[in-house]
DNA sequence: AATTTTAAGTGTGAATCTAACACTTGCAAA
DNA sequence: TTTGCAAGTGTTAGATTCACACTTAAAATT
């Protein structure tokens, strides 16, 4: 056997699993999705989705495993939020537990919802009580949630690829627990010159109907290559 | 054996390391702590501070121990920064990596550099190339920092307990690498009314003499506790 | 004793950004 | 045709940011 593989087999070796905080923006609401744990120990009560990380694959490719796994949702906005490896986290053994983040469209939200694994959407403002240090994970998550959305464009990975600034103003009000002016958001929004007006209007929540706008990707890429500090 | 285990063992387990990314300010530069490698694969070549996690032990008390280890010191301000879980980012074997930020105050700085483990402080502006994926570590701590030092007072993690104005600047000059207006500086630190001002100078880099400050934590907290966003 | 040198310390005003505020428009339903 | 409802639109006062130059204290030099 090779030195190197000597002395890194003299280490205990652990556990490690994926769980993920999913978001999806929904009715004015900002809900989280979960579902009753399918195993022992704590089976039947609320979780996070998670799951163990395989062999073969990266950290961040089991939790894109995972959610599709659970969601059938693909190429989802996804990132590490933050490692959790208390001892005694998992009454059952050593885990460490990588939690991740992630935005769920509307368009798929009500797709996410159909797993077989009973995924249920929770409105935030009502979570129950998850299991072991599963609400930790989504204040801790809520937090960055808050901080992206100040700073990156990031908000718009909760809504239709085509939406309307009513809609999106109730997502930032949604994320900050809050009411803004409207006068003063669509300002703000337009500033950053990201957006692109569409000519088609969404009528379904208006007789006079308000007018699409689409996310312009190119030309926030290169704001940010070139230093641009989005902000809210 | 109960069923949870059984469920349990039917996944791998991997080896957890920590690889800390050691910041400390010395001679107006913003500088790293690393090391020569003392074991394969890659023996000898520059690398971050690093260890196994072991059974008992969080990941929190993993970079701790190792950062004590390595440089004696104990009580530095230390944060998780991100996991590390390609697969092949470790030669010679599948190793889950989760980094951390320290910041080590001047005080202690020649002390940490004094290490049997030939620990050296880089300058940050002439980085050498450092094994696996240690300078992608060491970017992202950078921008953390950045981010941190505009956001929380974690700039006075780097100063001795008593630091002149100038020095404070100085720091921020070295971690946002630009020139600030010294008029402009003092009136927003003041602003923030976290300072409590000595009677005594600091003469060591000029005739006149600095006057010596000390950060008030107890006030900083009750500011974070209400909300209060520091900002430079 | 007077002069020079060096870094510390101090205030103002223009420009920009933020935040508060109310009426008009378009369209469907009554 | 009138009514109701959400969408859409500008202005101004106040706050914040940024640029900018001289005085002061004390040691070192003449």
């Avoid at 002395?7 to 923006?25: C, E, L, R, W």
């Avoid at 129950?128 to 949630?145: C, F, G, T, W, Y």
């Avoid at 699409?212 to 990707?217: E, K, P, T, W």
């Amino acid at each position: 056997m090779p030195p190197e593989k000597q002395y890194y087999q003299a280490h205990p070796t652990f556990h490690v699993a994926v769980d993920s905080i999913i978001f999806g923006f929904d009715q004015g609401e900002l809900k989280l999705l979960i579902h009753k744990r399918q195993f022992e120990p704590a089976r039947g009560e609320w979780s996070l989705f998670g799951g163990f990380v395989q062999q073969d694959e990266s950290l961040d490719e089991a939790a894109s495993r995972i959610l599709s796994e659970h969601t059938g949702l693909r190429d989802i906005y996804m990132e590490e939020l933050h490692s959790y490896g208390e001892v005694d986290r998992d009454p059952a053994g050593r885990v460490i537990s990588v939690a991740y983040f992630a935005l769920i469209p509307a368009g798929e939200f009500t797709e996410a919802g159909k797993s077989k694994s009973g995924a249920t959407w929770v409105s935030m403002e009502e979570l129950p009580s998850l299991i072991m240090d599963h609400n930790q994970m989504v204040e801790k998550a809520l937090r960055r949630l808050k901080r992206r959305a100040a700073t990156q464009p990031i908000g718009f990975e909760l809504l239709p690829g085509e939406f309307t600034m009513p809609q999106l103003q109730a997502l930032y009000e949604a994320i900050y627990q809050s009411k803004l002016d409207k006068r003063n958001f669509r300002k703000k929004i337009l500033a950053m010159e990201v957006l692109i007006k569409l000519d088609t209007k969404d009528k379904s929540s208006s007789k006079k109907g308000a007018y699409l706008y689409r996310f312009d990707q190119k030309k926030y890429k290169k704001l940010v290559e070139g230093g641009y500090n989005f902000t809210i």
